[in-house]
């Protein structure tokens, strides 16, 4: 089981909260077609290593999070407010 710490109400269980998707993916502007929007949604990488997400704490202050976490290891690097931009940190060897 995974441990979040929320930034406002401390550590939680991963039970708390609901995974909301991949934060590194930016809407399309409203132009910009079906062919783009349809992209957005449905096409997402399958990454390997360190990874930037959405998370929503349903079970506790209800806001949204963005976690860094390593989709082998399923390490938590950093857990910020939905406005923060973390960086990924550099796997080994790449």
């Known amino acids: 089981m995974l441990r979040i ?3 406002w109400c ?3 269980d991963e039970t708390e909260f609901r995974y909301r998707g991949d934060a590194s993916q930016s809407r399309p502007a409203a132009d910009a077609g079906l062919a783009a929007f349809s992209a957005y949604v449905y096409e997402r990488k399958n990454p390997r290593g360190w990874h930037l997400e959405w998370w929503l ?3 506790g202050c209800r806001r949204l999070l963005k976690l860094v976490r390593h989709t082998l290891t ?3 690097r950093v857990v910020g407010t939905a406005q923060d931009q973390p960086s990924l940190p550099q796997e080994p060897g790449r």
Do not use: A, F, Y
């Open 5 to 7: 710490r929320c930034p």
């Open 10 to 12: 401390g550590e939680r």
């Open 57 to 59: 704490h349903v079970g």
């Open 74 to 76: 399923h390490e938590i």
